[in-house]
């Protein structure tokens, strides 16, 4: 239905489907799904993922004050509520709870004053793919007149190919390189092709941010270099 995003944190709602006839005044049930994409121990999976949040019959169900609502309950911390609360708690969620519940809370709040944060919903983001870490595969050929833009990854609906792997996404670029005739030693003074990787579910509609690796390749018969960012 909509995602809201901001610091690195990314939450997804979802609408879900009644089991039964739902009551006028009967709230809705929402499924979401909370990221923390700041660092790479939280961007494997969702830090949070369920199907029971219950927002005021009084707010739209895909309005701010849903979605600030929800935050608040995701980042409550030890003396915001009963330490039984935190039962069901994995220790992820824990260990993610000590870390940066606290910074999330900020978001949570109402802007009472100048200054305070205003949420920025999107209604029009897909939502972030689960499972393993992705890798988006951009090359270049180093012909044109620069790098451009990149393309989406095929995770979010574009062409840039996504892999799980670095091994794979060498792969891609070979192939990409024998594909485009690309794979044949550049006259001096030109730079040879490379592709540069990126973690796919960073994609946020505009750019994926840094690249995480770099491959070039010296010609038909050299290999694949990797170069860190």
Known sequence: MVTWHADGFRLELFDTTPVAPVAVHDRP???YR???????????????EAVDWHPSILHAIDGVESVRGLLGFLSLCPGDVEADY???????????????AEDLTWWACEPSEAGEPCLVLDYDAMGLPIGRTRYAVVPHDGLGPGAGFPEPPTTHGGTAEAVTSLKAAERVFRRWLACSGNDHPRAPGYAAAWAEIYRADDWDGISYGDPVWRLTCSGPRGGITREAH
């Open 86 to 100: 935190f039962a069901s708690y994995t220790p992820r969620q824990l260990a993610w709870r000590d870390a940066r």
């Open 34 to 48: 909370f990221w923390d994409l700041s660092a790479g121990a939280w961007r494997s999976r969702p830090v949070f």
């Open 29 to 31: 049930t929402v499924a």
